[in-house]
């Protein structure tokens, strides 16, 4: 089946620092990737819907400024975390949809911020 | 909230018992899928129903789908204690370009 990695699976940084998340589709071409937060003992929440040459689109309540992302090609996204603070420490997921709409999970970045 | 609404919140039962978790929305949708989530892991899909489709097998599992209630139940057979982990329905809204979104998940406990 299709496969969608995620780099880093775990990162730890400062408060202020900015990280970047990569979300790459490795044998399938994604035109529209998905950006999901999960705190822990909770669900999955939508905060962006990433299209490949065009503006990700921003769910109701996620600061477009803090969260940039930035669909380069049609296997890659990436999301920055921009001036980290602890309350942004989270589980990252993204999603890719291949041409046929079925969409795949990434295993997940665990951030943590100190 | 954007969320569905999944019940219970949480289970636990021994193993060889079945185990069902229902999952409600909101808006009409293409389809409802079903994933498993272990500990701080990544989400394991387990299963996709369409909107026209109101039930569906896979070795273990049996969903359910009713459009007019809005609301899907999944349910485990014969559970494991390997079965244990976090259960979350997502629903695929109609015109929503494809979007997940997640119900608020049942965390079950299978006791060997």
């Known amino acids: 089946g299709a496969v969608v990695s995620q780099h880093p699976s775990r990162v730890i940084c400062k408060s202020g620092t900015s990280v970047k998340i990569e979300c790459r589709s490795l044998?399938?071409?994604?035109?529209?990737m998905f950006w999901y937060r999960q705190f822990p003992k909770q669900s999955l929440m939508l905060m962006a819907t990433?299209?490949?040459?065009?503006?990700?689109?921003?769910e109701q309540g996620v600061e477009k400024d803090k969260f940039l992302i930035n669909h380069a090609s049609l296997t890659l996204s990436t999301l920055t975390v921009t001036s980290a603070h602890p309350e942004d420490s989270s589980f990252y997921i993204c999603?890719?949809?291949?041409?046929?709409?079925?969409?795949?999970f990434g295993p997940g970045t665990r951030l943590t911020v100190t | 909230s954007q969320q569905g609404e999944e019940d219970p919140q949480a289970l636990s039962i021994q193993e060889g018992e079945n185990a069902t978790m229902n999952c409600s929305y909101k808006?009409?949708?293409?389809?409802l899928q079903w994933y498993r989530q272990n500990s701080g892991r990544g989400l394991v899909h387990l299963i996709l129903i369409r909107s026209n489709e109101r039930e569906k097998h896979s070795g273990r599992l049996r969903v359910t789908l009713d459009t007019s209630k809005k609301s899907s139940s999944l349910l485990i057979t014969a559970s494991r204690a390997a079965d244990t982990a976090s259960y979350f329905c997502a629903t695929d809204a109609n015109n929503q370009g494809g979007k997940l979104i997640f119900g608020q998940g049942t965390e079950l406990s299978v006791k060997p």
């Open positions: 808006t009409s949708i293409n389809n």
């Open positions: 990433s299209n490949e040459g065009s503006k990700a689109t921003y």
């Open positions: 999603s890719a949809r291949d041409r046929n709409y079925e969409q795949y």
């Open positions: 044998d399938f071409q994604a035109t529209t």
